[in-house]
């Protein structure tokens, strides 16, 4: 991986566990979401826009962590990730 890349790959981590933690929970482990960020860096790097990393992140909201969702939430996420 190259050092952007990296850069990036770690950007998405720090923004899934500080700012979207669907969990809620402020002491989870550090690596509760790590599984989580291949797939973002993917759409991130294929160049995919923010409604679609948006619609990601709901989706693994709803049908892995069991919450309802929060489109809006993922939505500022994913513009976040999408600037830089």
Do not use: T
């Not at 482990?29 to 790590?34: N, V």
């Not at 693994?60 to 513009?79: N, S, V, W």
Request: charged residues 30%; proline residues 5%.
């Amino acid at each position: 991986m190259s050092e952007l890349d990296l850069a990036i790959y770690n950007k998405i981590d720090a923004i899934l566990y500080f700012d979207w933690n669907p969990i809620g929970i402020d002491d989870l482990p550090r690596s509760e979401y790590y599984s989580y960020i291949p797939k973002i860096f993917n759409l991130k790097k294929e160049g995919s826009n923010g409604e679609i990393i948006a619609q990601a992140l709901c989706e693994l909201e709803y049908h892995i962590l069991g919450k309802p969702g929060d489109i809006e939430k993922c939505r500022e996420i994913a513009q976040r990730i999408e600037k830089f």
